[in-house]
């Protein structure tokens, strides 16, 4: 179930292997969190996930024999930080701030990056301090251990732009994990070495399309499941217009959606309960296409951060030869969630004022604009992905990959490595498919 790119990986490693494979997709089309938007003259931009990393390995491997080439965000010039209605230019990876200021984010960021070693991939409810770190919050943490008011916002806005959700939502243990499982804080954060450093060229989604066709007639579109009926020697997968028998089920599709489906039986406790406690993050993501980029003139990067918002983090996302020109922005987390009622025109207008305010006047008057309301997506319903909140992984956290009979499941959240990333979607294909084998060829 579900042809986002870990159902896909995962039906083509089993068709690899000699198995027949039929992949039940709700949507008209594939891809689910990855969607290219065409913007004209042949150039698209992407409205979902988008950015590969240098340690994004699985990936890029898979962009490589798709015959899909990279190339780098843009990070020429200086970036901008509008910090409490000052806007200042910067070099680099650090805004030039108080200096106190500084030294607490990075004393801060090595004990995340320090305590996050010492989280399990495989298993985060056996870290030495999970019961702690998993009954507060990342805000709970912040405070106790943040002494500037300045770094906490910081790492409110690193934590909006890297879960799309507060950090008052996310419990500790799980901001652990994922960071352990990026590699380090820096790598989630990082442009030029880290998570946003390159994008792919003609989008992601051209990953999902590819492998796709390469499937044919083995994807099933417009065929949303609802139903899965599964006993010790069968599985009977039921779906609009549709119903497939089978030796193993793999339901591709985010946990906060899989406790959408009904089962027959019902599924233990501790799995239902689990879907009942990882929600989807909260983000649109919007894009000003304007006729060139012209805040590269002024020695901008296009990269800007900042306290007010609404759009907190953006980016230079024009196409790799410059033109036309894309500023892109993220409302995240509770901003999110409050832009997202209002009417798009609206949405619309305080989008591009903040543009204004913080490229200039030449932002005001965008010649098209592109945005998507994720949380309203009835097959993904929030993004970027699914998070813990306090007390999800030390009570619940084994239930996320552990096979129920006959059913198997995958999809980014399921990652040990980049979790939540299209490289962890790449992870959890390529497992599920050798656990199914491994469950087929044992029987
Ligand atoms: C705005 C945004 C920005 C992002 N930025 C990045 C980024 O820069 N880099 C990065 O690596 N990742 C990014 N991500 C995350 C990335 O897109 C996801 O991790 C990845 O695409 C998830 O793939 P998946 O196959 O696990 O899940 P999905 O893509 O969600 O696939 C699940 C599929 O299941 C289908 N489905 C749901 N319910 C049913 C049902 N009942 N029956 C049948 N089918 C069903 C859905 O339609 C969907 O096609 C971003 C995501 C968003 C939305």
């Known amino acids: 179930m579900g042809a986002g790119l870990a159902g896909l990986v995962a039906a083509r490693e089993l068709r690899r292997a000699g198995r027949s494979v039929v992949v039940l997709e709700a949507r008209d089309r594939v891809g689910g969190r990855l969607l290219n938007a065409d913007i004209g003259d042949g150039n698209v931009v992407e409205v979902g996930g988008q950015w590969a990393g240098p340690t994004q390995k699985r990936v890029l491997a898979l962009a490589r024999e798709l015959g899909i080439e990279t190339f ?54 056996l870290a030495p301090k999970a019961e702690l770190w998993d009954s507060q919050t990342f805000e709970t943490w912040l405070r106790r251990n943040v002494a500037t008011s300045g770094a906490r916002e910081l790492f409110r ?5 890297v879960w799309a959700a507060d950090a008052a939502d996310v419990s500790l243990l799980h901001l652990l994990f994922y960071t352990h499982s990026a590699g380090g804080f820096d790598d989630l954060i990082g442009t030029e070495g880290g998570a946003q450093q390159d994008r792919f060229v003609g989008g992601s989604q ?5 492998l796709g066709e390469e499937l044919g007639g083995d994807v099933v579109l417009e065929t949303p499941v609802t139903r899965i009926e599964h006993s010790a020697s069968a599985v009977r997968v039921v779906a609009d217009g549709r119903e497939v028998s089978t030796g193993a089920a793999i339901v591709a599709v985010p946990p906060a959606l899989c406790g959408r489906i009904a089962y027959a039986p019902p599924l233990p406790a501790i799995r239902d309960q689990l879907t009942q406690r990882m929600p989807q993050g909260t983000v649109i993501k919007c894009m000003a296409i304007y006729e060139r980029p012209f805040w590269r003139d002024a020695g901008l990067s296009g990269q800007a951060t900042s306290t007010e918002g609404p759009v907190k983090v953006m980016f230079d996302n024009s196409p790799p030869n410059g033109s036309p020109g894309v500023l892109l922005g993220f409302l995240e987390g509770r901003r999110a969630r409050e832009l997202g009622e209002w009417q798009p025109e609206a949405r619309r207008n305080a989008v591009v004022d903040c543009f204004r305010r913080i490229f200039g006047p030449d932002a005001a008057k965008p010649l098209d604009y592109v945005e998507r309301v994720w949380a309203q997506e009835e097959w993904t319903r929030g993004c970027y992905g699914c998070y813990m909140p306090p007390g999800g992984w030390v009570s619940y956290g084994r239930a996320l990959r552990a096979p129920i009979g006959r059913i198997h499941w995958a999809g980014a959240e399921t990652a040990t490595v980049w979790n939540g990333y299209m490289d962890g979607a790449v992870q959890s294909g390529e497992r599920v498919a050798a656990e199914v084998l491994a469950a087929l060829n044992g029987a």
């Open 72 to 125: 780098p965000t843009h990070t020429r010039g200086e970036n901008l930080i509008e910090w409490r209605s000052r806007l200042v230019r910067y070099r680099g990876a650090i805004p030039r701030m108080n200096a106190a200021v500084l030294v607490d984010v990075a004393q801060a960021q090595a004990r995340i990056d320090r305590m996050a070693k010492r989280v399990p991939l495989d298993a985060p409810w």
């Open 157 to 161: 806005i690193l934590v909006e732009a």
């Open 206 to 210: 051209l990953l999902a399309l590819k």
